[in-house]
Nanobody, 115 residues
Framework: QVQLVESGGGLVESGGSLRLSCTASRITFSFYTMAWYRQPPGKQRKLVAQITNGGNTNYADSVKGRFTISRDNVENTVYLQMNSLQPEDTAVYYC?????????WGQGTQVTVSS
């Protein structure tokens, strides 16, 4: 069974930065499209950023120019560098692995941005 373990969340002031990490096990990581989603309190989970197995990236409009997704296929880890954080970025951030419609999720990590 696929395991995804996120880390790096926390409390940061507005304008600050955080880097999230998600390490995968029990999968051939390099084959998978990896993504970060987030779910603010009382709202739906939505895509933040995605990186394909070929390294192509896609971002939500709200984070373009501030967030960067990257992957290390040796370390089986996907990263989300978050800069210029704003209170509206406050959410639980989830790592996702996808291949041919098969999805796996991490347990989530809380990011809180204070104003």
């Amino acid at each position: 069974q696929v395991q995804l373990v996120e880390s790096g969340g926390g409390l940061v002031e507005s304008g600050g930065s955080l880097r999230l990490s998600c390490t995968a096990s029990r999968i051939t990581f390099s084959f998978y499209t990896m993504a970060w989603y987030r779910q603010p309190p009382g709202k739906q989970r939505k895509l933040v950023a995605q990186i394909t197995n070929g390294g192509n990236t896609n971002y939500a409009d709200s984070v373009k120019g501030r967030f960067t997704i990257s992957r290390d296929n040796v370390e089986n880890t996907v990263y989300l560098q978050m800069n210029s954080l704003q209170p509206e970025d406050t959410a639980v951030y989830y790592c996702n692995a996808d291949i041919s419609g098969y999805n796996a999720w991490g347990q989530g990590t809380q990011v809180t941005v204070s104003s």
